[in-house]
């Protein structure tokens, strides 16, 4: 189903992001969470941001099942959705990342995209938020799969490729040459970028940072940041990963956050609360966005600002 992304009439757009369900054919608590939070927040938007699923899937039937289970938050409470790939999405070897995505998008509220495809990258794209009275562009987001591993004599992480910041680069110049302007954009993808340990020391963190920062070890010319910075559109980037890390941090005039862990399927920590980040834009200023944390505790729901 096709949706448009709009601003309600209080001129707000509010944005729940997901993220490290791992999810498996078993019904995981982190669903339940899910449910609460979308209850309290009731956003225009969700979006997952990767290792979504993992390898506790046998069969395409269990993967579907899996994919089934994440959909239900939202699709009961018809709330539009979309999603990026994780490094663990398809590690069960069964679905390719195509495959998956157009199960996702046979959701009728997922407004996901296969979009962009390049090496072994799946779901590249962009969707604008319109504002409440017309169809003038207020905000853009951006969507990247981040990949998996490095090459082994790399080791760690893989890197946001060229072909994808080319990309990247080439929509924000089209949406500024066609609307005459710049875009302000927020930008959604798994795993960090470098620049986020350089912030983390440099800049004025909020948050926790109770984990590892496990960024790709090359970033060849600086990488997307540089870009970023160059082409004065994004905003806002946001990632999962790294399940205990919480912050986000200015740098270089951007945003740069994480939104902690939401499903108990993957690594975790009793005494860390899954949940999610929320972004809300006002229309009337966009580039001023407010964000925070909503995350489970002692069976209740606590908000963090950050």
């Known amino acids: ?32 969470v899910m449910r609460k939070i979308l209850d309290y927040e009731k956003p225009n938007l969700v979006v997952l941001t990767g290792d979504n699923i993992d390898g506790k899937c046998k069969t395409a039937q269990d993967v579907k099942m899996a994919i ?31 495959e998956m995505m157009k199960f996702y998008m046979s959701f009728k509220y997922n407004i996901s995209q296969i979009g962009y495809r390049t090496f072994d990258r799946v779901g590249n794209y962009n969707l604008i938020v319109e504002g409440s009275k017309n169809k003038t562009p207020v905000i853009n987001l951006y969507f990247i799969d ?15 490729k060229l072909t994808q910041i080319l990309w990247y680069r080439k929509i924000a110049l089209g949406l500024k040459q ?32 109770l984990d590892s920062i496990d960024s790709p070890l090359i970033n060849i010319c600086g990488g ?8 004065k559109d994004v905003i806002g980037v946001f990632v999962g990963h790294d399940h ?43 580039t001023d966005i407010k964000t925070w944390l909503r995350r489970e505790g002692d069976g209740e729901l606590r908000k963090l600002y950050n």
Not at 146 to 160: C, D, E, L, R
Not at 188 to 205: D, L, N, Q, T, V
Not at 224 to 231: A, D, E, K, P, S
């Open 1 to 32: 189903m096709d949706f448009l992304l709009k601003f309600d009439t209080k001129g707000k757009f509010k944005i729940v992001q997901f993220t490290d369900i791992h999810e498996g054919p078993e019904l995981d608590e982190g669903i339940s």
């Open 68 to 98: 089934s289970h994440i959909a239900s938050p939202m699709e009961n409470r018809k709330i539009p959705w979309t999603i990026v790939f994780g490094n663990h999405d398809d590690e069960h070897g069964i679905m390719s990342k195509e």
């Open 146 to 160: 981040s990949g998996k591993y490095a090459p082994f004599f790399v080791g760690g992480y893989n890197w946001i």
């Open 178 to 209: 066609r609307y005459n302007k710049i875009i302000p954009s927020l930008m959604y993808f798994h795993i960090p970028i470098p620049e986020y340990k350089k912030a983390w020391r440099r800049g004025k963190p909020k948050g926790e940072k």
């Open 224 to 231: 997307l940041f540089r870009v970023l910075i160059n082409t």
């Open 244 to 286: 205990f890390n919480n912050f986000v941090v200015k740098y270089k005039g951007i945003l740069l956050g994480y939104a902690g862990y939401t499903g108990y399927g993957g690594y975790g920590d009793s005494k860390i609360p899954r949940g999610a980040r929320v972004i809300l834009v006002n229309e009337t200023n966009p």
